[in-house]
């Protein structure tokens, strides 16, 4: 069974960085581009980034809203995606999603999601 | 960046209906629109990709269909588990961008 599940959430103050974790299991994560999503409270989706899979470089777009802050990082041997955000601000309080993506990364789908974590930017 | 218009905004509907919504997009995406449903304190869920492949597990009273900057998602039948915000995406074009969402009520 694919299952992605993310971790490491948490209230953090504005400035500072934190980083989340994807574990992903059921497929070959080499093989795969992973994506992450975030949802502000009450609002809707919003992308934040992909890397694709080794075989198309391993190479990672960003929003522009996130750009230069944030970094995501794969490693194959563990099968966990990153997601490294610094100089956390307000406004980047929101549910973060991990995905799993067709290898490129560009033009694929989000066929797998986890459950989120919670991510408060607040003094 | 590409625009996406999703309509209506919500909808109220009975079980058995059948619902319609639709997703403009600024530009032209070819067959890149994917859509998605979100129940309410869950994460989304892949229901339709490239206008119109249903995924693995999904019912097929869902439907999509549309080219070019137009697009539908179809609800053949309401059903009671059916009731939850429906997104669509667009990835043709970094940044992928998203519709407004879509929140199918019990009337």
């Known amino acids: 069974e694919v299952q992605v599940v993310e971790s490491g959430g948490g209230l953090v103050e504005p400035g500072r960085s934190l980083r989340v974790s994807c574990t992903a299991s059921g497929f070959t994560f080499d093989d795969y581009a992973m994506s992450w999503f975030r949802q502000a409270p009450g609002k809707g989706l919003e992308w934040i980034g992909f890397i694709r899979s080794k075989t198309y470089g391993g190479t990672a777009e960003y929003a522009a809203s996130v750009r230069g802050r944030f970094s995501i990082s794969k490693d194959d041997s563990k099968r966990i995606a990153y997601l490294q955000m610094n100089s956390l601000k307000t406004e980047d309080t929101a549910m973060y999603y991990c995905t799993r993506n067709g290898p490129y990364g560009g033009n694929s789908r989000a066929d797998y999601w986890g459950q989120g974590t919670l991510v408060t930017v607040s003094s | ?107």
């Open chain 2, 1 to 107: 960046d590409i625009q996406m218009t999703q309509s209506p905004s919500s909808l109220s509907a009975s079980v058995g209906d059948r619902v319609t919504i639709t997703c403009r997009t600024s530009q032209g995406i070819s067959r890149y629109l994917n859509w998605y449903q979100q129940k309410p304190g869950k994460a989304p869920k892949l229901l339709i990709y490239g206008v119109s492949s249903l995924q693995s597990g999904v019912p097929s009273r869902f439907s999509g269909s549309g080219s070019g900057t137009d697009f539908t998602l179809t609800i053949s039948s309401l059903q009671p588990e059916d009731f939850a915000t429906y997104y669509c995406q667009q990835t043709s074009n970094t940044p992928w961008t998203f519709g407004q969402g879509t929140n199918v009520e019990i009337k």
